[in-house]
């Protein structure tokens, strides 16, 4: 039910999810930037996309105020080891390491991402989160993977891939979706309102030079 009911708010008040770049096939860490309340709920998207299951670190603050978010998924601070444990069962890991939502550029990280990859042995995946309003009503969700790296190397591969995917954005057309992006989770779609005062402008004006 609650998995259900994540699906849907994703559904209602997103214009959709798109993703690109190379997806793990088995376990694996996911370091992807904290830029919005979204992100948690898109990253849980993209492992659904992909047939994965998957654990997402928390907060503390956070998993307090929403403790039911354990039964889909939700690991607090003091529960690293059984995200390594998830890891090397074949489950995806999402580790934020900025540690707090931070819209603009890359934070500093922290090292707990790195920790449970190495840790577990499996890969560490940078991914690059944005949620943007642009040529439509609803905000649009895009994911972007990058290649594994090594886990001293996270800042530099993860700060690639966000600028990846923000010239991508300044650089497309905004009315359409970014091109080379799969879409992975469809989203609210309605015609723009048209004022009804613009409609009949329009209807009088028709065929008037």
Do not use: K
């Not at 830029?35 to 993209?46: M, Q």
């Not at 956070?62 to 403790?67: C, I, T």
């Not at 934070?107 to 439509?136: D, I, S, Y």
Request: aromatic letters at 6%.
């Amino acid at each position: 039910m609650l998995n259900a009911s994540i699906r849907r708010s994703v559904r209602r008040d997103l214009g959709g999810v798109w993703a690109a770049g190379p997806l793990p096939a088995g376990g694996a860490v996911l370091a992807p930037n904290h830029a919005s309340w979204w992100d948690g709920y898109l990253l849980r998207e993209l492992a659904a996309h992909a047939g994965r299951p998957v654990q997402v670190l928390m907060d503390a603050g956070q998993y307090a105020r929403f403790p039911f978010l354990r039964l889909v998924g939700a690991v607090p601070p003091s529960g690293l080891r059984t995200l390594v444990g998830a890891a090397r069962a074949g489950a995806w890991v999402v580790v934020f390491p900025e540690g707090r939502i931070g819209p603009g550029p890359l934070q500093p990280l922290h090292p707990g991402a790195a920790w449970v990859a190495r840790t577990a042995g499996v890969p560490l995946v940078p991914v690059a989160v944005r949620v943007v309003v642009r040529g439509a009503r609803w905000p649009e969700a895009y994911l972007r993977a990058g290649a594994p790296c090594e886990p001293d190397g996270l800042e530099g591969a993860l700060g690639a891939v966000l600028g990846e995917l923000d010239a991508a954005l300044h650089a497309a057309d905004p009315e359409r979706p970014l091109p080379g992006y799969t879409p992975i989770t469809a989203g609210r779609r309605e015609p723009p309102d048209v004022p009804l005062a613009s409609r009949l402008l329009a209807r009088l004006t028709r065929g008037v030079e």
